[in-house]
């Protein structure tokens, strides 16, 4: 079930990581077949892969399938697709972010037909996939995951195999969580230093160059600095999909997340304000006007 040098990959969900990783893929001499709900979203991808009518009709040309999707129940339609295409045993990868329960779903609706379902989230933006400068948190059957590592290096800087099934999403949870501090921290940073008298810009390159820095504000700061948040890498409305599943696996462990819990109404209320179609980078615009802070440019 493994994809030769001449098999085509599908990528089901060609949205801002699926996208990026279709083109990835494609400039790494693969053929690709991918579709997306959205037609725009096809026609964007149309100069670099071939795109399909359907979700059936990936399965049907390509031996790996990508799911990278935006809920779970878009995964469970891809899976019914795959399975009623009759298509023979396929690898099916998950970059999706969505809660265990979901993925186990997908599993053992996949399984009894002859496929393998891999839980394979990603730690990385939109912007990262573009430079695929993403890892991937691989976990389920090991040998069809070494048999994707290749293709895995042509979209990812890095790929692990966390062992039994699940433990790729329980990786990538403790990773969000971070994110989801970090993102708002940053934020707080900037709400500060503006509230202060600096120059965002400053407090940019200089937050960069010493001990406060982090991935995360390398990431968003520039966007922070700027307060310009409509070039999403993620967009606020899925990340709270994100936020939910964090803090529905925390509590099921009974983990207490104190960090995590108080940065969870500042995203709620950059949502209530408007800005879900924004980068999670918004964030800052929400505490900015907490600080009665205005900036002209703000987005």
């Given amino acids: 079930m493994s994809a030769g040098a001449g098999d085509a990959v599908g990528v089901i969900g060609l949205g801002i990581m699926g996208g990026a990783i279709a083109r990835n893929l494609a400039a790494a001499g693969r053929r690709v077949v991918g579709y997306d709900v959205a037609p725009d979203r096809q026609e964007a991808l149309a100069d670099a892969i071939e795109i399909a009518a359907d979700a059936w009709e990936v399965a049907g040309k390509a031996p790996v399938v990508l799911t990278s999707l935006p809920h779970p129940d ?3 339609t891809s899976v019914a697709a795959i399975i009623e295409s009759g298509a023979p045993g396929r690898i099916v990868a998950d970059l999706s972010t969505f809660a265990l329960a ?5 599993e053992e609706m996949l399984r009894p037909a ?10 990385g933006t939109g912007a990262q996939a573009k430079i695929k400068d993403l890892v991937v948190y691989a976990s389920g059957d090991a040998a069809s995951i070494a048999s994707l590592v290749p293709l895995f290096r ?3 800087r890095e790929a692990h195999d966390l062992g039994a099934f699940g433990n790729g999403s329980r990786m ?7 994110v989801a501090i970090h993102n708002v921290a940053s934020a707080e940073a900037f709400a500060l230093g503006i509230r202060a008298g600096l120059d965002p810009q400053q407090i940019l390159q200089l937050v960069k160059s010493g001990a406060g820095n982090s991935r995360v504000f390398e990431l968003r700061g520039p966007m922070m600095a700027a307060g310009r ?11 709270q999909k994100d936020m939910q599943v964090i803090g529905e696996f925390a509590a099921q462990l009974h983990c207490p997340t104190p960090l995590f819990d108080a940065t969870r109404p500042i995203y709620a209320a950059a949502m209530q304000a408007g800005l879900g179609g924004q980068d999670t980078a918004a964030v800052c615009a929400v ?13």
């Fill in 229 to 239: 948040y409509d070039e999403a890498t993620m967009k606020l409305s899925v990340w």
């Fill in 102 to 106: 979901d993925k186990t779903r997908a």
């Fill in 154 to 156: 042509d979209f990812a």
């Fill in 114 to 123: 002859g496929h393998v379902l891999l839980d394979c989230p990603l730690s």
């Fill in 74 to 76: 878009a995964l469970l």
């Fill in 287 to 299: 505490l900015e006007r907490m600080a009665g802070i205005q900036r002209g440019n703000a987005q």
């Fill in 172 to 178: 990538k949870f403790v990773a969000n969580l971070l």
